[in-house]
């Protein structure tokens, strides 16, 4: 059966707690909506983080991220939300997330968010 769209962010155990390693990905094809125009936008998230106890499941967060396609938000916004909901799930020693949203209006906006 394809995945759907979850707000769900499953975890694993880290395999290496006791070594501190930086996990890195990218996400080329984010979409949500202009909450004033109704436009889709486009970014690229650019996720990092330093594991303690667990680690996210890659599968479910694209289906976390697919969970935002239709719905209106502010760059700001979704980049924060995306950052809280991750250090929800896996309480990370360090992340950073960066939002490169594609040019709208002749703006091209980069949101950088940090954990702690």
């Not at 330093?50 to 935002?68: G, M, N, T």
């Amino acid at each position: 059966m394809p995945g759907q769209p979850s707000r769900s962010l499953e975890t694993f155990p880290n395999p290496r707690p006791g070594r501190e390693y930086e996990i890195r990905f990218e996400c080329p094809e984010f979409t949500c909506v202009c909450p004033r125009t109704g436009q889709p936008d486009f970014a690229t998230l650019r996720v990092s983080y330093v594991p303690d106890e667990l680690c996210v499941e890659l599968k479910s967060f694209k289906q976390y991220l697919w969970s935002f396609r239709e719905e209106g938000h502010f760059h700001e916004d979704v980049t924060n939300r995306i950052l809280d909901d991750l250090v929800a799930a896996l309480a990370p020693r360090r992340m950073t997330i960066e939002g490169d949203l594609n040019v709208r209006g002749g703006i091209h906006t980069t949101v950088v968010v940090r954990h702690p």
